[in-house]
């Protein structure tokens, strides 16, 4: 018979390691008293903790009060049997295998769930006690299959370890009685595999997924012997609410949940330790292999901006660096529509570095440029500016933060100093109320967003700024206080309307803006918001949002001791994105929610590296650092360092590139890991750019869309593939590692560097840490930082210099980096693109869970089963005067073009909006985005498009067009190769 659960209540998450590697040197704190940590974890102690002494196994032994027993034995170093209990989540006292004894109390309490007391004898090895375990344990045994040797989890299974250490030898009930051995698989997952056979019904799996990833999927139906793991009402998981985060299958002690990978390959042999390639949250993961095969992708416990955790891409979907669409050899072709051809990295090098040399001789210094990766390190990011700067000679340089969050840079810059977050993720774990503006964390940055939601479970308020009902505004015990769905476009309305509320109904934090602000320019702008046109009244006609809702969500916000802003490309991409960042900026400053924890102003930086690519200097007129190219001793510094005189002008952006090109004076450009004929608007706009192009060099992993007007394609390298940094939303510093051997023979740095010698302009880095050497000799910000810092500490967050050696995780503490707060007028504009008879819809685009970005890895990997399409999300209402059904084919179309899509009537969409996703390149939903884009940046307006939709059987122009011209441009060649 299984051993009844008893349901316990809830403590604090707690974090752990179980491997000993370069990045864990240092001790680790843990807060929580009451887990089940292996390792030994200093425990976080204050000045006010009350320390218990108590004796254990006949030892003295001190531990902060209300640590359980069994923590405080491991503290000791005696390792109590357990299985039930783990260190990710709260000690549960379900399997009674960690029972001790306590000198004058009866019975045998669980060790795991018992707090200390002061003077305690506590026993945890007599022969009574041992005798309780192998009971236990001969219960569990006789009703699990004994096929150890052939288990996937052989060598890795926490109850053969608990067999073991209890002394089991025999099972005296035998085998033969009631058991679970004929429970069915459930496979659905393509990732993970659910054998019920070998449950043991600890509940780790549950429980993991409410406290770690929040999202309540799974139950133990039945009681008694009948209980057993459910996801959802009894239904395979992949019909199931769960999101494939691997929570579950990572706390399972057994082989019950189990990665396909290592049920395909074997259990790991070694391991790296690394950092996520996709998003800006910069989760660590343990990189496990066989060989030279990775195998597993395992959440690093000690990774600080995941303490652990994961979501589906992350953890599952690295698939891609071993897909059969790689290009592992250089190309070249004269024309496009000519086949690629395989040639050596010597003749595809040499090819590149002469077109650039015959077109700057041709046309003129300015007739090339570059763009940065925001997928690659910081060093190969670095590089690449190098190389157009110095190599080239020209500062026609960019990033895809050209079309993302440079908004963010320059709003934050001109009100903060800065161009990055405030915050740690960690400070949201003391946010009262958190408001998130035009972000959709539980799809974009989902491990964040798990911590966000533990942190609203506690009780935290919640208001959602977005046109969308994204999860967040309802989903497992969480309800958003107030959701606030304005129209798109009409954001800054919006915070002018808060402004106006805390300014007007003294919600000001006086003192902090007269201590921290300046003062003539908060007057000024305390007068603006004042003004009854940016009154929640006033306001109503453009945002659509009850002015009532919107005066309580501000007193909200202003209400309490710790408000955070998190916000993402629902703010910046827009005409007016630069305006709103500021907008955000003003509020917080207004109310003091600058310079502690569970406040701040949070960007959630969309790839992995975006907000590296920007520190790096990708942009035309700054340097690393962002420091303008004007300021004559900054660019004095980097001439000396190498060894050129660099352009005081800045260079061109994407989008002027782009213009240049078709205008017949831009001819050729180096692009590293992007992809902007999917990924940028108006894609006819940017096609017709780089086929006016006489050399295009696209380094890439795959042929990209790209790449079908290019005429150099350079293997590029996964981040599994090379060494480096990554830097993620909260300006944390996290080590890449090697895993395994390029596929194309060069990590992309050795690439830029081969590229730019042959260009003539010497580059001779033997590691990316010599790269970073450089950086921290020439950045301010990064002036301590070493790969020596980063073996050491983990990682650490910039600015890292003199004055905070070891990083800075919360940013304007006692004051604000560019001196004093400064208060910026954000008077509402609406945008240019309007709708009328003939385009009567606004089309808003986003990511979803699965997919990151343009799809290229994504789509190349399992987690097409949960997303194989775009679709267009539309009202019941809008759907219905069309004439559309659920699922049917429509095409979307704007003033710039059109395509076809499947239509799925949500409750998400508010009347007169839709919203579709960018991932699939046969959708190409930037088709129909427009050239519209922030006053301040450049960065386009994705947000907001005036689009009509009408049932439809057939693919647009367009969608027939790039088939064909896809199939002209993709052919390669074979024969030739190194
Ligand atoms: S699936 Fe694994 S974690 Fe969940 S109850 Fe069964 S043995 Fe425990
Ligand atoms: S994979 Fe994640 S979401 Fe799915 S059941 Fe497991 S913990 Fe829950
Ligand atoms: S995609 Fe983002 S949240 Fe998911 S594992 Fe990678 S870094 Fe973490
Ligand atoms: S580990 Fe304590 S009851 Fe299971």
Redesign the pocket.
């Known amino acids: 018979m299984r051993p009844e659960l008893e349901p316990k209540g809830k403590t604090m998450l707690i974090k752990e390691t179980d491997y000993g590697t370069p990045a864990a040197k240092q001790p680790r704190v843990c807060g929580n008293s009451n887990c089940g940590c292996a390792s030994g974890v200093v425990q976080e102690v204050h000045a006010d903790t009350v320390m218990v002494t108590l004796e254990i196994d006949g030892n003295s032994v001190t531990v902060p009060q209300g640590t359980s027993i069994m923590r405080a034995a491991m503290q000791m170093g005696t390792q109590i049997p357990k299985l039930c209990a783990t260190d990710s989540i709260d000690a549960f006292g379900s399997c009674r295998l960690c029972v001790v004894e306590i000198e004058g109390r009866r019975g045998t309490p669980a060790s795991c769930t018992t707090p200390v007391e002061s003077g305690l004898k506590v026993w945890t090895q007599t022969g009574k006690l041992a005798k309780l375990r192998r009971n236990v344990m001969e219960l569990y045994i006789s009703d699990h299959p004994l096929d150890c040797l052939t288990c996937a989890a052989n060598g890795d299974c926490e109850l053969q370890d608990m067999a073991g250490a209890v002394g089991l030898r025999e099972v005296r009930y035998g085998f033969d009685g009631a058991n679970h051995f004929d429970k069915q698989k459930d496979q659905s997952n393509p990732y993970f595999t659910?054998d019920p056979t070998?449950?043991?019904?600890?509940?780790?799996?549950?429980r993991a997924c409410e406290e770690v990833q929040g999202t309540f999927a799974l139950t133990i139906d039945g009681r008694g012997f009948a209980s057993m793991?459910s996801p959802g009402e009894a239904q395979p998981f992949m019909e199931s609410e769960c999101v494939s985060c691997g929570a579950?299958v990572q706390?399972?002690?057994?082989a019950?949940?189990m990665e396909n990978s290592i049920i395909e390959a074997g259990q790991p042999e070694h391991s790296v330790v690394t950092t996520c390639a996709y998003c800006g949250v910069g989760c660590s993961f343990k990189a496990e292999m066989r060989g030279n095969e990775v195998v597993r992708m395992t959440p690093y416990k000690d990774g600080q901006a995941n303490h652990g955790h994961s979501c589906v891409k992350g953890r599952f979907a690295w698939g891609y660096a071993t897909h059969k669409d790689r290009i592992t050899k250089p190309m070249i072709r004269a024309k496009i529509t000519d086949p690629w051809k395989e040639v050596s990295w010597e003749e595809a090098i040499n090819h590149a570095a002469s077109e650039f040399k015959r077109i700057q001789q041709t046309y003129g210094r300015e007739s090339v440029g570059g763009i940065t990766s925001s997928r690659c390190t910081n060093e190969e990011t670095y590089l690449v500016q190098k190389l157009i700067r110095a190599g080239f000679g020209t500062n026609n340089v960019d990033t895809c933060a050209r079309v993302c969050h440079s908004p963010t840079g320059y709003g934050l810059a001109t009100t903060l100093g800065t161009s990055a977050g405030t915050q740690d993720f960690d400070s949201v774990e003391e946010a009262d109320v958190v408001l998130v503006m035009g972000a959709n964390p539980t799809d974009g940055h989902p491990v964040f967003a798990s911590r966000l939601k533990k942190r609203l479970r506690e009780g935290a308020k919640l208001i959602v700024i977005d046109p969308r009902r994204i999860d967040l505004v309802k989903t497992a015990h969480i309800k958003a206080d107030y959701h606030l769905p304005l129209r798109p476009g009409t954001n800054v309305a919006m915070i002018n309307a808060l402004a106006h509320v805390i300014v007007t109904e003294g919600l000001v934090d006086e003192k902090y803006v007269a201590e921290r602000c300046e003062t003539e320019e908060f007057n000024r702008w305390r007068a603006f918001v004042a003004e009854e046109h940016n009154s929640p009244e006033a306001s109503e006609k453009y945002t659509g949002v009850p002015a009532a809702d919107v005066r309580a969500a501000a007193r909200l916000y202003a209400s309490v001791k710790n408000a955070a802003i998190y916000y993402g490309l629902g703010v910046t991409e827009h005409s007016q994105g630069s305006t709103t960042v500021m907008g955000i900026a003003n509020l917080a400053m207004a109310t003091g929610n600058i310079g502690h924890n569970g406040a701040g102003v949070n960007p959630l930086r969309g790839q992995n590296n975006v907000q590296g690519a920007c520190d790096m200097g990708s942009f035309p007129h700054e340097l690393p650092g962002y420091r303008h190219l004007s300021t004559e001793d900054v660019r004095h510094q980097f001439e000396a360092a190498w060894g050129v005189t660099l352009d005081p002008e800045p260079g061109l952006r994407i989008p002027n590139m782009l213009d240049a090109a078709i205008d017949g004076s831009f001819k050729g450009i180096y692009i590293q890991g992007e992809d902007i004929a999917q990924s940028d608007p108006n894609i006819q706009h940017v096609i017709a750019g780089l086929s006016a192009m006489e050399c295009v060099v696209v380094q890439d992993i795959f042929l990209n869309e790209t790449a079908n007007y290019a005429h150099v394609l350079l293997p590029g390298a996964t981040f599994l593939e090379k060494d480096g940094t990554f830097t993620n939303a909260e300006r944390r510093i996290n080590r890449v590692r090697k895993a395994v051997q390029p596929k194309g023979g060069y990590a992309d740095w050795e690439v830029t560097m081969m590229l730019s010698n042959a260009l003539g302009y010497p580059m001779n880095y033997s590691h990316p840490s010599e790269i970073m050497e450089e950086i921290a000799r020439l950045t301010p910000t990064f002036k301590n930082v070493s790969y020596d810092l980063l073996e050491e500490k983990g990682s650490v967050q910039w600015p890292c210099n003199d004055k905070a050696p070891e990083g800075t995780p919360l940013m304007h503490l006692s004051g604000f980096v560019r001196g004093k707060g400064r208060f910026m007028i954000t008077e509402f504009v609406a945008t240019d693109e309007k709708v009328g008879p003939r385009f009567p819809l606004l089309l808003t685009t986003g990511r979803i869970l699965a997919h990151y970005n343009v799809g290229a890895q994504t789509r190349r990997t399992d987690n097409v089963a949960w997303h194989p399409e775009d679709v267009l999300e539309i009202h019941a209402q809008d759907a219905e005067d069309r004439g559309i059904r659920d699922g049917d084919n429509v095409a979307l179309m704007s003033r710039v073009g059109e395509t076809s899509l499947r239509a799925k009537i949500s409750d998400r969409m508010q009347p007169g909006v839709v919203y579709t996703t960018f991932h699939h390149v046969g959708t190409g939903a930037n088709v129909v985005t427009t050239d519209f884009s922030d006053w301040a940046t450049n960065c386009p307006e994705y947000k907001v498009t005036a689009v009509q939709v009408r049932p439809t059987n057939r693919p647009s122009e367009w969608q027939s067009q790039y088939h064909k011209q896809r199939e002209a441009t993709r052919r390669i060649e074979t024969t030739a190769a190194e």
């Open positions: 659910f070998k449950c043991i019904v600890c509940s780790r799996c549950v793991v579950c706390a399972c002690p057994t019950t949940l």
